[in-house]
């Protein structure tokens, strides 16, 4: 009997990219990035109040050139004329960030946008506990990594009350 070979973890990305592509890729966009990395492209204000929704490529017509994509934007209601104003900023940007004349226009769409929610960071350990730790630290010489050491400890485990 043979046996397998070593196991190694793939990552995240290896093993969803090619479906998360698809998605993207029904949608119009030919990568992700337009979408990932949109407050880069747009700035951060036009990105606080848009998402891009999709990439609608029109119909090729016999031999006729090829016309420039509409990207469709979603936007928070009161921005919507802000962004309407700023549409040639925005499509310069776009149109750079892909390297050539991709897109000819913006079709804005009203609508709440979607924000991942904001995660709340975990308390910070106990003093007295983290304290209390340092002290079983002797063998360590480094003062920076014996304080995270003890902030590991002191953060690891059951959450109990604090130590009086």
Do not use: C, Y
Not at 50 to 63: A, F, L, T, Y
Not at 98 to 109: E, H, T, V, Y
């Amino acid at each position: 009997m043979s046996k397998p070979g070593p196991l190694f973890a793939k990552p995240l990305a290896a093993i969803l990219g090619k479906t998360i592509d698809e998605v993207f890729a029904r949608q119009g966009f030919a990568t992700r990035e337009l979408i990932t990395r949109w407050t880069e492209i747009a700035g951060a204000e036009i990105a606080a109040h848009s998402q891009p929704i999709k990439v609608q490529w029109p119909r090729p017509v016999g031999d006729a050139p090829a016309e420039p994509a509409t990207l469709v934007l979603r936007v928070e209601g009161p921005m919507a004329l802000e962004i309407q104003h700023q549409s040639g900023v925005i499509l310069e940007r776009v149109n750079r960030f892909l390297g050539w004349q991709a897109i000819g226009r913006l079709a804005l769409r009203q609508a709440p946008l979607t924000r991942p929610e904001r995660r709340v960071p975990p308390p910070a350990p106990d003093a007295a506990k983290v304290a209390k730790i340092a002290e079983t630290l002797d063998a360590v010489e480094d003062p920076a990594l014996k304080d995270a050491l003890a902030r590991l400890g002191a953060s690891v485990g059951p959450r109990a009350k604090p130590i009086k």
